[in-house]
């Protein structure tokens, strides 16, 4: 299953009609190692610079795919060697090409991760400090 979608999303790279929803329907489904997650990036980055400039509403959907498919690599703990590659493409499209749009869907997404994986500790800030609970301190005299 997993190959087809594979095959289906490399021969989608290269036609020029793009369908943001075969990215969030078919492969997000189907990825569940990092290994998976590191090709759909393959295939995805080279495209988003153009989703960004001819299809502006659809590269927020595909940002938010490739988030939901990272929160599913990192449920089965599979996020190991590439952290730091990953941690860089997202950076990367916040700084490069969505900027603040988002914000509160990827905030709640990352917030879904693993606390004591290395990935939640690198992207926890990229949407803004984590929220300050109410924290009275008590002073005794």
């Known amino acids: 299953m997993c190959s087809a979608n594979c095959d289906m999303a490399r021969s989608f790279q290269c036609c020029t009609f793009c369908d943001c ?31 960004h400039s001819e299809r502006p509403s659809c590269i927020l959907e595909i940002v938010l795919a490739l988030y939901n498919m990272l929160r599913t690599v990192d449920s089965t703990g599979d996020v190991s060697q590439h952290v730091d590659l990953i941690c860089d493409f997202l950076y990367y499209i916040k700084y490069s090409l969505i900027g603040d749009a988002g914000k509160d869907e990827i905030s709640e997404i ?14 926890r800030f990229m949407v803004g400090p984590p929220k300050q609970q109410d924290l009275t301190v008590s002073e005794t005299a």
């Open 110 to 123: 990352i917030s879904t991760f693993r606390t004591d994986s290395l990935l939640y500790s690198r992207l």
């Open 21 to 51: 929803s075969f990215i969030k329907d078919s492969v997000q489904s189907s990825v569940r190692t990092e290994k998976q997650l590191m090709y759909v990036f393959h295939l995805i980055a080279p495209m988003l610079a153009r989703f």
